[in-house]
């Protein structure tokens, strides 16, 4: 599903490329996510810190081949199947509150794999309840919490195991996410992580 903006009817976005449908959109897409996150990977350490930088980074590695707008936050009101995300005039100052209240506070290393999947359910959740990119934003998160996850020597998490009845309680996890209700996500986590 399609984000909702005020006046838009689902076009293709303006991109860097000159693509015009669909089809071509989302091939190099997915072609800039799957390199950002090969590139991530072979260059994660114990020291890897995942701060707003680092998160603009996964953005812009990902799109920057395909649209101008590439680790920069959006500057458009968007909602999808109704539920509005953050505002735009203010995303600086809620990434910045998001980096100081969560990103902040994760350690290098953990004691627990439940203390780990606590972590990456609630990064998840805010990047998702944010949603800070015009697009991207789903697909910035997954790629930073595998990242956050094999840091810590785990394999990536297992996101293609969610099936259509796991995509509705992830949709759910999320907005439960928006009221700073996690268990849902940590569940969700919880399932898909690597046995």
């Known amino acids: ?22 089809d ?5 897409e997915f072609e800039g996510f799957l390199k950002a996150e090969i590139l991530l990977t072979e ?8 701060n ?10 990902a799109l920057g081949h395909l649209y101008s707008f590439a680790g920069k936050y959006r500057d458009v009101n968007i909602s999808k199947g109704g539920f509005p995300f953050a505002a735009a005039r203010f995303l600086a100052q809620t990434m910045q509150d998001f980096e100081e209240e969560v990103l902040r506070k994760l350690p290098n290393t953990y004691e627990s794999k439940e203390v780990l999947i606590r972590d990456i359910a609630v990064v998840h959740g805010e990047i998702l309840v944010i949603h800070p990119f015009r ?6 998160a ?12 785990y394999p990536a998490l297992e996101f293609e195991k969610v099936g ?11 907005q439960k996410a928006a009221e ?11 399932a898909i992580f690597p046995d």
């Open 52 to 61: 707003i930088a680092y998160i603009l980074k996964i953005h812009r590695l």
């Open 43 to 50: 260059a994660l350490t114990k020291r890897t810190k995942f």
């Open 24 to 28: 071509e959109v989302a091939l190099a």
């Open 164 to 174: 259509e009845e796991e995509f509705e309680f992830y949709i759910a996890a999320v």
């Open 142 to 153: 997954r790629i930073l919490a595998n990242l956050m996850t094999r840091k810590q020597g």
């Open 1 to 22: 599903m399609k984000y909702e903006l005020p006046g838009s009817q689902g076009e293709i976005l303006p991109n860097l490329l000159g693509l015009k449908t669909g």
């Open 180 to 190: 700073k209700d996690y268990s849902p996500m940590i569940a969700f986590i919880k």
């Open 135 to 140: 697009e991207g934003n789903g697909r910035t």
